[in-house]
Nanobody, 118 residues
C-alpha cells in the first residue's frame, strides 16, 4: 500500500495562499486518481479535489475557482494550490490515493493543519 506524507500547512490570514504537497512512497504513475480531503473540527471528512492520471480534475463547489490540484508523476507528488483562503477553509487536509476505478480512496496520509484567520 502506498504511503503518503502531506506538508505545507500552516497559519495564514484570510485572502492568503498556501500550497500543500503530498509525496508518495512509490510511483503514482499507475494510480487511477489522487485526492485531497479535509476535516474541520466537529465535521465529517469532505472531498476537496481529485485528479486522475489523465489530469482530469474535480472540485468541491466551495473551492472551485480558488483551489487547484495537480500531480507530478515524476516526483510522485500531488499538490493543492489554495488561493483566496477563507476562515471556513480551516481544517486538517488529507491526501489520498485511489488505485483504480473499481476501488474507493483508501490510502491516507497523516494530514496537515491549515488554519485561516479572519
Amino acid at each position: 500500500q502506498v504511503q503518503l506524507v502531506e506538508s505545507g500547512g500552516g497559519l495564514v490570514q484570510a485572502g492568503g495562499s498556501l500550497r500543500l504537497s503530498c509525496t508518495a512512497s512509490r510511483s503514482i504513475f499507475n494510480i487511477y486518481a489522487m485526492g485531497w480531503y479535509r476535516q474541520a473540527p466537529g465535521k465529517q471528512r469532505e472531498l476537496v479535489a481529485t485528479v486522475t492520471g489523465g489530469s482530469n480534475t474535480n472540485y468541491a463547489d466551495s473551492v472551485k475557482g480558488r483551489f487547484t490540484i495537480s500531480r507530478d508523476n515524476a516526483k510522485n507528488t500531488v499538490y493543492l494550490q489554495m488561493n483566496s483562503l477563507k476562515p471556513e477553509d480551516t481544517a486538517v487536509y488529507y491526501c489520498s490515493a485511489r488505485k483504480s476505478m473499481a476501488t474507493p480512496f483508501g490510502s491516507w496520509g497523516q494530514g496537515t493543519q491549515v488554519t485561516v484567520s479572519s
